[in-house]
């Protein structure tokens, strides 16, 4: 096959205009909503002005949704889980958005996002919506960019959206300013990695579910439950009309999902009575403000042109210690907004 | 396992930890070892490595013989390991087909003078179809004359002594040993398949070798080396899918219209009970139910109330094919393609691959989407047994570039088409449809007819084929 041939006949992209990714969200189209979600993640100047005009009409739309986040080390069964849960909560009529965040390979920038194969039975069903995201270049996957893939979930009629997140370490804390519940996963016989990194984890979590507690690991299970509960009391309260639980779970066997959703229905029947989900809820988007403001303001840095032009000889004399890091850095914003 | 991409010392150590738990399972229902380790019987591949596979027969036998020899048999025959070997499909190349009659000849006459007890030689054609009458005879004919006309079935072990084989035995035997040392020290086969590390370890050695080959480290005679420009025109099998789907379904219907419908759910109920309550045996329910025109599925559903189904831990090897490929020119220009692209776009080229249809042969679809990844692809993996239109919607709902549907059940003249249709459907003909697998030559123009943006055969280079597909993606932002 020549390749003039093959050209002639490729369609152009397909790039639908705002009032019509607007219209189609707003009507559950779950094709736009896959098309709004790339234009949040790409990194083109003109396809984020694009997703800005979007989201700026979807986030008008008030909705009841429950932002869920789930977060474990890889092989804690994360995905197995959320299969397990997802089809219990369509079960109960309602819908779902699965948001996962699959590792990019710094080295090749690549990912493989094998979730859909991962969650087989939930991917099938009509009621799931599973979107998949590498986490290209963002430290433990969560950005300000899944917290406006929440948005367009919600505009789009989503009742339940479920964060999934690979656990790893500090970055992990980001996805607290997104979600209202956090359920941390934890394998029968990993008490051990409460010391640490995991500290962090624990004390945004208000639940633990420990997996793959079917077969010869019930008695594994039981020990490690003591050790999380006696480790939950240790740290300080998340919120203090809520205390924070551990279960046994296996989603072979389906023990303990039951109880996860009910736990998770009461954290929000008690949230929503004091009025703090709401309040959260602000604070979140405050914090979100902010974060994406710096965001910016380093990209806006980095390209000014002033800051480029002086950033080799700024750089070099703080290399040969002609001048401080300090007063080079200071000297660079100086270059980008010049004193008055 | 070696079809998948096992080395000799994985499906070695694999397959006899595999029969260990065979050999447990039975005892812990009260079964006395020499009651049925006798009837145990073990499945090789044989491939090319002619020395090596004889010498893995013989490396299996002894450590048969001492895994078994630790319950204490009292019948020598316990002791046996009983084999039959099937010659890999995986060595058969597409490109010069008849080079294939000799590949399955030198295969089997190492399964044979690795003292086979029964052997399945495959067919010349088994890179492009399934097999037709004609190859199907010569494959038949393979084993015939190695039997009939060779004498070289009139000796017992004729390698022994040999200082390289001998030497191939024990080290294969040493590493092997290892393994099952390895597994046994965690926990037993069954937990190591639970937690996927051999499919893992298979995979990884099967990405190894494929970028050996893209590479050109090893050469594939007609492939990767030593190839030609001229066409081998072979008769081939034609499956019409849809015909076979229908005559299927209908056969199915008139059973299940014939049959005594309560006597049949009655024995349905009985393996239900028995695999909820795990009393009784559950193969003895299951050949009843076969006798009263249960279906294989409706029987396999019974326990599936139970025991739920086995689902594969999706685990892919990246950066394996990266670090054989590193210095490659090819695997160069593929990445800088997909920066290139990346700048275009805005993202990472996004692929999904696939497969669609009754076809679970993944090897193929693993290795690509690992090579992909690589190369700097974001690669959707999708559930195995899709049908187009869940293909479609799942291509959608991840808003990928291209989708990669891997077929080797000859599915891809019905299915692939229906996913392009869809595809429009949906008016989203931007979305490239590329096939690989086993596809014949002649179907080829059809599938681009169809629509096809590429069709890569056993052979491509996967790196090149990353680089065509890009430099197609990369051109529409030139219109």
Redesign the interface.
């Known amino acids: 096959m020549s390749s003039s041939e093959t050209h002639s006949r490729l369609k152009p992209y397909h790039d639908p205009d705002v009032d019509t990714v607007v219209n189609g969200i707003m009507n559950g189209d779950r094709h736009m909503l896959s098309r709004a979600i790339t234009l949040i993640e790409s990194l083109k100047p003109e396809h984020e002005r694009k997703a800005h005009e979007i989201l700026d009409r979807c986030i008008t739309k008030k909705t009841s949704s429950l932002r869920i986040g789930i977060t474990g080390a890889p092989g804690a069964g994360k995905s197995t889980f959320i299969e397990a849960l997802g089809e219990l909560i369509i079960n109960q009529g309602l819908t779902l958005a699965v948001l996962a965040i699959d590792p990019s390979s710094r080295q090749s920038k690549g990912s493989i996002l094998g979730d859909k194969a991962r969650m087989e039975k939930l991917a099938a069903r009509k009621e799931a919506f599973i979107r998949p995201t590498a986490s290209s270049g963002y430290l433990g996957g969560t950005s300000p960019k899944t917290h406006e893939a929440i948005v367009l979930c919600e505009a789009a009629g989503y009742d339940v959206i479920l964060v999934e997140t690979v656990g790893v370490g500090q970055s992990e804390v980001l996805v607290d300013t997104m979600v209202d519940y956090i359920l941390l996963l934890m394998l029968p016989g990993s008490g051990d990695e409460l010391q640490g990194i995991k500290r962090g984890i624990m004390e945004i979590a208000d639940a633990v579910a420990i997996t793959k507690t079917d077969g010869d690991q019930s008695g594994i299970a039981a020990i490690s439950r003591a050790e999380f509960e006696a480790a939950l009391r240790m740290l300080p309260v998340k919120h203090p009309v809520w205390k924070r639980e551990v279960f046994l779970t296996s989603a072979l066997t389906g023990k303990g999902i039951k109880e996860v959703w009910e736990n998770i229905s009461e954290f929000f029947t008690a949230m929503r009575k004091e009025n703090i989900l709401e309040t959260r809820r602000r604070e979140q988007l405050n914090s979100l403000l902010y974060t994406v403001l710096e965001e910016m303001l380093k990209k806006e840095f980095f390209s000014h042109p002033d800051v480029i032009a002086s950033k080799e000889i700024i750089e070099r004399q703080v290399l040969s210690t002609e001048i401080s890091p300090f007063s080079g850095a200071r000297k660079l914003i100086e270059a980008f907004i010049p004193r008055r | 396992m070696q079809e998948a991409g096992a080395t000799a010392d994985l499906e070695l150590a694999f397959t006899l930890a595999d029969g260990l738990e065979y050999i447990r399972t039975g005892l812990k229902t009260g079964l006395d070892i020499d009651a049925f380790a006798p009837r145990l019987s073990f499945f090789w591949a044989t491939g090319m490595n002619y020395f090596m596979e004889i010498a893995k027969l013989r490396a299996a036998r002894m450590l048969w013989a001492k895994i078994v020899g630790q319950f204490n048999p009292k019948n020598p025959k316990s002791l046996m390991l009983r084999s039959h070997c099937q010659t890999s499909g995986w060595s058969l190349t597409e490109q010069d087909p008849f080079n294939n009659i000799t590949r399955t000849c030198l295969e089997a006459l190492a399964a044979t003078l690795g003292h086979t007890q029964s052997l399945h030689t495959n067919a010349l054609d088994e890179a492009i179809a399934l097999p037709s009458p004609f190859s199907a005879r010569i494959a038949r004919n393979t084993q015939l004359y190695l039997q009939e006309e060779t004498d070289i079935t009139k000796c017992i072990d004729p390698w022994a002594g040999s200082s390289y084989v001998e030497y191939l035995t024990g080290e294969l035997a040493a590493k092997a040993w290892k393994i099952i040392s390895d597994i046994e020290a965690a926990g037993g086969m069954v937990k190591a398949i639970e937690q996927g590390v051999p499919k893992l370890q298979i995979e990884e050695a099967a990405t190894r070798k494929q970028a050996r080959i893209d590479s050109g480290k090893e050469i594939i005679v007609g492939v990767n080396g030593y190839t030609t420009t001229s066409k081998t025109d072979i008769e081939l099998l034609e499956v019409d899918n849809t015909l076979v789907l229908e005559q299927q379904l209908r056969r199915l219907a008139s059973i299940k219209a014939e049959r005594n419908s309560e006597e049949t759910s009655l024995a349905l109920r009985a393996i239900e009970d028995a695999a909820a309550s795990g009393e009784g045996n559950l193969l003895e329910l299951a050949v009843d139910a076969a006798r009263k025109r249960a279906t294989l599925g409706e029987i396999s559903s019974a326990c599936e109330k139970t025991f739920?189904r086995y689902?594969a831990?999706?685990?892919?090897n990246?950066?394996v094919y990266?670090s054989q490929m590193q210095d490659n020119i090819l695997f160069k220009e593929a990445?800088q393609l997909?920066?290139t692209f990346?700048k275009l776009?805005?993202?990472?080229p996004r692929i999904m691959v696939s497969k669609v249809g009754q076809d679970g042969h993944d090897r193929g679809a693993k290795v690509i989407?690992?090579g992909?990844?690589?190369?700097?692809?974001?690669?959707?993996?999708?559930?195995?047994f899709q049908t187009p239109e869940?293909v479609v919607q799942?291509a959608?709902?991840?808003?990928v570039h291209l989708i990669g549907i891997s077929s080797l059940a000859a599915g891809h003249k019905t299915l692939i088409p229906k996913i392009i249709e869809e595809l429009k459907a949906?008016?989203?003909?931007?979305?490239l449809v590329i096939a690989g697998g086993i596809i014949p030559e002649r179907d080829h123009a059809f599938l681009?007819e169809k629509?096809v943006?590429g069709i890569f055969g056993p052979g491509t280079v996967i790196a090149e084929a990353a680089a065509n597909i890009l430099?197609?993606l990369i051109?529409?932002f030139d219109?």
């Open positions: 739920g689902r831990i999706t685990r892919l990246t950066s990266m990445q997909a920066d990346a776009e805005g993202r990472q989407a690992a992909f990844a690589d190369i700097g692809f974001d690669v959707d993996i999708s559930p195995l869940e799942q959608l709902d991840n808003d949906k008016h989203r003909e931007d979305i681009y629509g943006a430099k197609q051109a529409r219109q």
